[in-house]
């Protein structure tokens, strides 16, 4: 249903859609997250995020090379590898390494604004809202219910608009043998530099130095530890 109202919401105006919205998204620029190509290409990545999820039911009996499948369409959907004409002429194409291990549920927006290195461990109930790039570095370990926002909206009341209002993108970096912990909050724009921890729960408004403990709401640094 909400998908349905929000493909009704009126088009913008024709000068404001030189370039398509996802165009816009993808550049860091302020972009309409209820554009149609954008709608779809959500719920593309929600069908793609349940039909993983639900493979790690183990009556199902689906192998782990084919969950691997599944969680890789998440990140390189096969629309956007062979484009319709009707798309946008630009997109981005999500990577994930060897030795990557995901438990489900998992939740994204787009999926395929997300690159995993090697070796990573992304524990059950992460979401990832990747409005832009999300670059989650080798050998990290992502603890249970973190959430990654790349995706901000306007402080100003009068111009968030609700649905009809504009977003903007900030990329996210977790650098390579980072920890972070369970419950963790990381808002859009952030670096958490190499190998840093950020403690259970907290709430990360800052970018985060390398080799660091960090901890609390905001995260402030607690202190560092050796290389």
Request: proline residues 7%.
């Amino acid at each position: 249903v909400a998908a349905q109202l929000a493909l009704s919401h009126a088009q913008f105006p024709a000068n404001n859609r030189i370039r398509s919205q996802k165009e816009e998204m993808l550049s860091g620029k302020f972009y309409y997250p209820f554009d149609k190509e954008l709608v779809l290409e959500r719920e593309r990545c929600s069908a793609a995020c349940w039909r993983f999820n639900n493979s790690t039911n183990p009556n199902n009996g689906v192998s782990p090379n084919e969950r691997a499948r599944l969680f890789r369409e998440i990140l390189q959907p096969r629309e956007l590898l062979s484009p319709s004409p009707g798309s946008s002429p630009v997109t981005n194409i999500g990577r994930v390494g060897e030795n990557v291990v995901v438990e489900a549920p998992f939740v994204c927006d787009y999926g395929y604004n997300i690159v995993i290195g090697q070796n990573v461990i992304v524990g059950r109930s992460c979401t990832i809202l990747d409005a832009a790039e999300v670059n989650i570095g080798d050998n990290c370990h992502i603890g249970p219910n973190v959430s990654i926002y790349a995706a901000t909206l306007h402080t100003d009341p009068k111009r968030r608009q609700g649905s009809k209002g504009p977003q903007i993108g900030r990329p996210v970096t977790i650098d390579q043998d980072c920890w972070i912990g369970g419950g963790v909050t990381i808002l859009p724009g952030i670096t958490i530099g190499k190998g840093s921890t950020v403690g259970a729960g907290s709430v990360v408004t800052k970018n985060v130095p390398p080799f660091t403990i960090v901890g609390g709401n905001p995260a402030r640094v607690l202190r560092g530890i050796g290389s």
